[in-house]
């Protein structure tokens, strides 16, 4: 770690800086300080990660804990980091970057450098950097004592006030996160998952500990962050190529490197909350309808498949895996836009969506999802994510591309009829007592296929189930006037306590309608 005296103030440094190709231009801003010149390239990075991943894994130091544990919640929400100097504020990105304090829930330093002509020098933490309160526990932490993330505000020549408002934000672990079209935060994402819920183990959370700003060209409307994975058991390089369009899109190229056997090697995954929804509420749980981030996995398999599996809060913590290979793509959605089904200020409404497009040939393995029993709003219990089917050892590398979209839909919306609601209740029929262990269930389709059939065609639904009997199976056309919705109830009688795992579609002879519905339904819950 380089000492603060050999750190160089930009505005007094120009001569200097010049001298060693790294322009002043590409700073763009006169009070960050700035350490010496070191070479980089993204191959560079992916050296570093393999070679250390040869090493025995060692923490990054923290400043002064007694200090960061005094910086609670409401402590850390008074840390302002000053817009005025921002990285790129007055260019050459039209996108200038902010930084995140350290506190009692980040407190692992992020060291994070600026990049131009191959060059990188790391931005030197100083608390003249945040707006504070006199008396905040944060000015007694040592100089240079680091980040603890950051994020990029919307574009200067934009419709919002950019010192306000940010579009991608990456704090904690290697956590991070993007609004969509509809201006909204919601789930996040990861550059790792390490045995998430594994039986026996503790999930390992690894760090960007080193990130790295690619100084862009003016009027250039993507950003190029790279980014340095380290935890026990793993290493990695990442590459993220970012772009402010309606939607944030985002390149991922990753580089994987184990310095451990790893369980549950998790790619590209996707962390959510679903709390409730329509389909399934306790009674007076909490007054509204509906509390989630995420209300469903989509997937498009290798093979084509279109498939539709809604979101539990599950009684205990359940892993389903979805067999496939050379997938098409996989996200966490949030379907449901209807304000009315949430009337919560929070807007749940307009939580984006994010699609997995993988790159290349991911070979064989699983989409995985992971639910987790929660009773707030507050926990993060879903996380979806690939898992390479061939296991995951020390020594081993892996290298991934993949695309994220965040957007309000899925980027290739299916052709067929889209599920649009998944409910149910006591099964039987009105008017007679209803018979114990039997469970209605009604699902709701909607789209094109449908709204061509025929007057007087009936779609035929097509169900399965792991266990358990169906009947009193009844398609019909949805009584709201709106073309191409229809709905399938079905009641399922099943005895016994295991989840039950069900299958359906409607199809009109041999033509398929919809996508695919799955769902797991657990009779004791």
């Given at each position: 770690m380089f000492n603060r005296r050999q750190f160089l103030q930009v505005a007094t440094a120009t001569a200097g800086l010049a001298?060693?190709?790294?322009?002043?231009?590409?700073?763009?801003?006169?009070?960050?300080?700035?350490?010496?010149?070191?070479?980089?390239?993204?191959?560079?990075?992916?050296?570093?990660?393999?070679?250390?991943?040869?090493?025995?894994?060692?923490?990054?130091?923290?400043?002064?804990?007694?200090?960061?544990?005094?910086?609670?919640?409401?402590?850390?929400?008074?840390?302002?980091?000053?817009?005025?100097?921002?990285?790129?504020?007055?260019?050459?990105?039209?996108?200038?970057?902010?930084?995140?304090?350290?506190?009692?829930?980040?407190?692992?330093p992020v060291r994070m450098h600026v990049v131009s002509d191959r060059q990188a020098r790391e931005i030197i933490y100083d608390s003249a950097y945040f707006d504070m309160p006199a008396d905040s526990p944060a000015r007694k932490l040592p100089e240079n004592s680091g980040f603890a993330g950051f994020r990029f505000q919307e574009s200067r020549n934009g419709r919002l006030d950019w010192r306000k408002n940010d579009w991608v934000a990456f704090l904690g672990a290697s956590y991070f996160r993007a609004i969509g079209e509809l201006y909204q935060y919601g789930l996040s994402a990861r550059g790792l998952a390490v045995d998430v819920a594994v039986h026996g183990k503790n999930e390992e959370f690894p760090d960007f500990t080193h990130v790295y700003f690619d100084t862009p060209q003016p009027g250039s409307d993507t950003v190029t962050v790279f980014a340095l994975l380290e935890g026990p058991s793993v290493t990695g390089a990442y590459r993220f190529v970012m772009?402010?369009?309606?939607?944030?899109?985002?390149?991922?190229?990753?580089?994987?490197?184990?310095?451990?056997?790893?369980?549950?090697?998790?790619?590209?995954?996707?962390?959510?909350?679903?709390?409730?929804?329509?389909?399934?509420?306790?009674?007076?749980?909490?007054?509204?309808?509906?509390?989630?981030?995420?209300?469903?996995?989509?997937?498009?398999?290798?093979?084509?498949?279109?498939?539709?599996?809604?979101?539990?809060?599950?009684?205990?913590?359940?892993?389903?895996?979805?067999?496939?290979?050379?997938?098409?793509?996989?996200?966490?959605?949030?379907?449901?836009?209807?304000?009315?089904?949430?009337?919560?200020?929070?807007?749940?409404?307009?939580?984006?969506?994010l699609w997995i497009e993988p790159q290349?040939?991911?070979?064989?393995?699983?989409?995985?999802?992971?639910?987790?029993?929660?009773?707030?709003?507050?926990?993060?219990?879903?996380?979806?994510?690939?898992?390479?089917?061939?296991?995951?050892?020390?020594?081993?590398?892996?290298?991934?591309?993949?695309?994220?979209?965040?957007?309000?839909e899925e980027p290739y919306p299916t052709p067929l009829a889209r599920v649009v609601a998944t409910r149910f209740g006591n099964g039987g029929q009105a008017g007679t007592v209803r018979p114990k262990g039997v469970r209605k269930f009604m699902v709701e389709f909607l789209g094109p296929p449908l709204a061509k059939l025929p007057n007087g065609v009936i779609p035929q639904p097509v169900l399965t189930a792991s266990r358990g009997e169906f009947s009193n199976v009844l398609t019909e056309a949805v009584p709201n006037n709106v073309p191409g919705h229809w709905r399938t109830q079905f009641d399922l009688t099943v005895t016994g306590t295991e989840p039950v795992e069900m299958r359906g579609y409607l199809r009109n002879g041999d033509e398929v309608l919809s996508e695919t519905w799955l769902y797991q339904y657990h009779p004791a819950f």
């Open positions: 001298a060693t190709g790294f322009s002043t231009k590409a700073l763009a801003q006169q009070s960050l300080k700035m350490g010496e010149p070191v070479p980089f390239s993204f191959e560079a990075l992916k050296r570093r990660a393999r070679e250390m991943a040869k090493e025995p894994y060692s923490a990054p130091p923290r400043p002064s804990p007694e200090v960061l544990e005094q910086i609670d919640y409401d402590a850390h929400g008074k840390i302002r980091f000053k817009t005025d100097l921002a990285l790129w504020a007055d260019g050459p990105s039209q996108f200038p970057v902010t930084f995140f304090h350290m506190g009692r829930f980040f407190q692992k772009q402010r369009a309606a939607a944030v899109i985002m390149d991922i190229e990753s580089a994987v490197f184990l310095r451990q056997d790893v369980s549950r090697l998790g790619i590209a995954p996707l962390t959510s909350m679903y709390w409730y929804s329509e389909k399934a509420k306790t009674t007076a749980i909490d007054w509204r309808p509906e509390i989630h981030d995420s209300d469903g996995l989509a997937m498009w398999t290798g093979s084509g498949e279109r498939i539709w599996r809604p979101l539990n809060n599950p009684p205990r913590i359940i892993t389903s895996a979805f067999v496939d290979e050379n997938p098409k793509g996989f996200g966490l959605l949030q379907r449901d836009r209807n304000f009315d089904h949430y009337l919560d200020g929070v807007y749940y409404d307009r939580r984006p969506s290349g040939n991911w070979g064989k393995g699983s989409i995985q999802l992971v639910e987790i029993p929660t009773d707030d709003e507050i926990h993060d219990n879903i996380v979806a994510m690939w898992v390479p089917a061939e296991p995951a050892r020390a020594g081993q590398s892996f290298d991934f591309r993949y695309r994220m979209s965040w957007s309000a």
